[in-house]
């Protein structure tokens, strides 16, 4: 039979309310827990402080948990708890550590969350499946109206019974100005680039996110990294994105005033921008988890307007994904020896819009001269390549040092250049650095092509 842990760190007045009234009521409701735990053996382990634990435990929704499980409450001394953040990834990697002692399946439940009946009869579902961890997606809304209107349409005796396509309806109705925010043309973009959407009038929001935490995975099979996703994915199949709210859906419950400094200041989205933070927060699953379309609707994901939604969602994937690796290369070059190859690439990426001209597709071999090499050549560079006006120069030149096969080893001189320019000398190899998505980076002591 699986084994399952679910977490839960909580601790403060309005988040002990918001748990014991909304979260595990929501939990309560028949396609939540009680579907969960039919096969699957499940504890619970609440950390709290000791002056809110009292409230947790007289709790009725807390005593309803019971019927299904074996919940029990940790309680520590309130100087326990400091900075939010830090004390959850603590607490967090506390309760990752046992579920490795019992091979347990480890879920972290946000105390805020209020979530749509049947989400987690989905992960039973995934997990009965073979599914080893996983990812989803959820939304802030504004508390203080969002919990008015669940206690009048959906709260009944101890369970809060929300169908996931109602949940969606309201979510809609009172998202947070911190989501909004995220909207692909929003003025007030913030600066944390981890997610964005697309509207569907009438019909939900289409979300593309390039960074996130697990929501549960197999701490004996998989290992996390400190941003608290998956450290390095074993077998693609195992990992699984729950991209259709109808199968899981949640809200969390946010104060209308928080996190306002994240958006108040007037910003655009910009892919470079992103590019540049998401190497920040790269994760094994984050290339996957991007590429997902993750479906919030209240109608079906069926009509043209979806679709066109999605199309410009991919654009902006894959424009973010190249720019992404443009400046993990151009950080790699400056470490490496290779400054004004860097300088090149970088005026390349943000002058020539380099990546509006991709036309390669990995793996690649990328040849790149040393400042040795091109040191004699700085001024022709700067008049040739680098200055105004030069963009198809710059282009041409670069596409000589790209090349559609794999890299050899490091010593052996690579192949002809990918323009099919036989007569180029291949250079000498310095060193072979291994790249993301199966590239490879030559650092070479020659140039690859002339510039006189």
């Known amino acids: 039979m699986l084994r399952c842990q679910i977490l839960t760190a909580v601790w403060g007045p309005w988040h002990t309310h918001r748990f014991t009234n909304y979260n595990l009521p929501s939990l309560l409701s028949a396609g939540n827990f009680p ?93 009965q499946a073979g599914k080893t961890s996983i990812y989803a997606m959820f939304a802030r809304v504004v508390d203080e109206t969002f919990i008015g209107e669940t206690d009048k349409l959906h709260r009944k005796k101890n369970t809060i019974e929300i169908p ?13 100005p911190f989501h909004a925010a995220y909207v692909r043309d929003s003025s007030q973009y913030p600066f944390h680039y981890e997610y964005v959407y697309w509207p569907v009038k009438g019909e939900g929001l289409l979300m593309r996110t390039f960074a996130t935490t697990v929501l549960g995975f197999f701490p004996a099979i998989d290992s996390i990294t400190s941003n608290y996703t998956l450290a390095q994915v074993r077998n693609p199949d195992e990992v699984d994105f729950i991209d259709d709210s109808d199968d899981m859906c949640g809200v969390s419950l946010t104060p209308l005033m928080k996190d306002q400094n994240w958006y108040a200041t007037p910003r655009k989205f910009d892919i470079d921008e992103l590019g540049a933070w998401w190497i920040t927060f790269d994760g094994a699953a984050h290339v996957p988890l991007a590429r997902t379309h993750f479906h919030f609707h209240t109608k079906g994901t069926a009509s043209p307007e979806w679709r066109r939604a999605e199309l410009s969602s991919d654009f902006t994937v894959n424009q973010a994904l190249l720019s992404r690796e443009l400046i993990r290369t151009g950080r790699i070059l400056k470490d490496n020896g290779c400054q004004i190859a860097a300088e090149i690439l970088a005026t390349a990426l943000y002058g020539a819009r380099l990546r509006r001209r991709w036309r390669w597709r990995g ?16 001024e022709t560079i700067a008049d040739r390549l680098l200055a105004a006006g030069k963009d198809a120069a710059l282009i041409d030149y670069l596409s000589h040092h790209i090349e559609r ?48």
Not at 168 to 176: A, E, N, P
Request: charged share 20%.
């Open 35 to 127: 579907a969960f735990t039919r096969d699957i053996d499940t504890d619970y382990v609440i950390v709290t402080s000791k002056a809110d634990a009292p409230a947790i435990a007289q709790s009725a929704a807390f005593g309803a948990l019971k019927k299904f499980m074996n919940p029990r409450i940790v309680a520590y001394p309130e100087k326990v708890f400091g900075h939010p953040i830090e004390t959850h990834k603590k607490i967090w990697q506390n309760g990752y550590r046992a579920a490795t002692k019992t091979r347990a399946f480890y879920i972290t439940n946000p105390a805020d969350m209020i979530w749509s009946d049947g989400s987690f009869a989905t992960v039973a579902k995934r997990l």
């Open 363 to 378: 793996p690649l071999t990328i040849s790149v001269p040393n400042d040795a090499a091109l040191a004699p050549y700085k």
């Open 405 to 452: 096969t794999r890299a050899p080893d490091a010593g052996t001189p690579p192949g002809p250049a990918s323009t099919g320019d036989a007569a180029a000398l291949p250079p000498d190899v310095v060193s072979k650095i291994d790249l993301p998505m199966g590239n490879t980076l030559l650092i070479l002591n020659k140039i690859v092509r002339p510039l006189d």
């Open 164 to 176: 996931s396509r109602s949940l969606i309806d309201m979510k809609m109705r009172h998202l947070h």
